[in-house]
């Protein structure tokens, strides 16, 4: 298949890099256009207020690269419309550092956003998002903080299933539908971990920025936010605390609709 990959941990981003060898494994003809820096929590923002610069860059990751200095939004529409020759099958978006499930991650992520961009050209479009402890995670959001070992093994099966199920799942959807497939791998991922069909947990997620500090300022403050679903519901939430992989269609096509 012909894929465009982005993201919105940055093009130096590892688990960019482990899908895109993962693919390229496979045999699929693979386009990056990836953020030059960091552009988590942005959610579908487009950069409205001052000009967007792309540039072809090689990476090393073995296919044609191009940054842009804007969002994971900015990344497709860009692509799409004047980096691509054509358009491709569909459009892949991670691996995200860290989950994008339940219903106030989903909104926020800027992965996700870079799927949704793909949809809303009438392709068909996935996000992949990596679970990793809170230890982790700010690790790997600090200068340098690179994966150890064991969460570089599961960030390798992580990518192998990624470049399985996503073909699959972009293959399996109609073009020009409201829809995109949002996939979560768990900590720590196994080759045999099962996939479960799953639907965003109901999450209230207040208090996310700091008290005013004295120069004015407040920060945000990462919560996982209060499971408030209903019982029974089979969430990605609940996937990912049994070691699933978490698979949730997110279906807008009848958005408002009685």
């Known amino acids: 298949m012909k894929l465009l990959v982005t993201n919105d941990d940055g093009i130096a981003s590892p688990f960019l890099r482990e899908l895109v060898a993962a693919l390229c494994r496979q045999g699929h003809e693979v386009f990056v256009v990836a953020p030059r820096v960091e552009q988590s929590w942005v959610g579908a923002a487009k950069t409205r207020n001052r ?8 990476q090393g990751l073995g ?17 799409l419309d004047h980096l691509l020759a054509g358009a491709p099958d569909g459009v892949i978006s991670g ?5 994008n499930a339940t219903l106030g991650f ?7 956003a870079g ?23 700010e690790h790997l959001k600090s200068p340098g903080g690179l994966p150890d070992q064991e969460l570089l093994a599961t960030l390798a099966v992580a990518a192998a299933r990624a470049a399985q199920l996503g073909p699959e799942l972009l293959a399996g959807t109609k073009p020009r539908q409201f829809l995109l497939h949002n996939v979560n791998f768990p900590y720590p991922c196994r080759p045999d971990c099962a996939v479960w069909r799953t639907v965003p947990a109901h999450t209230l997620v207040p208090r996310l920025f700091s008290p005013q500090a004295d120069d004015g300022t407040h920060r945000l403050i990462f919560r996982l936010g209060e499971d408030v679903s209903p019982s029974g ?14 698979h949730t269609v997110l279906d807008y096509t009848c958005l408002g609709l009685a």
């Open 51 to 58: 000009p967007v610069r792309s540039a072809p860059a090689d």
């Open 63 to 79: 296919c044609p690269t191009w940054i842009v200095d804007g969002t994971p939004s900015d990344c497709v529409n860009i692509a």
């Open 95 to 99: 691996i995200n550092v860290g989950l």
């Open 106 to 112: 989903i909104i926020a992520s800027g992965t996700v």
């Open 115 to 137: 799927a949704w961009e793909g949809a809303l050209h009438g392709l068909p479009a996935i996000a992949f998002s990596q679970d990793v402890s809170y230890e982790a995670y």
């Open 233 to 246: 519901l089979r969430t990605d939430r609940a996937a990912l605390a049994a070691g699933c992989i978490s």
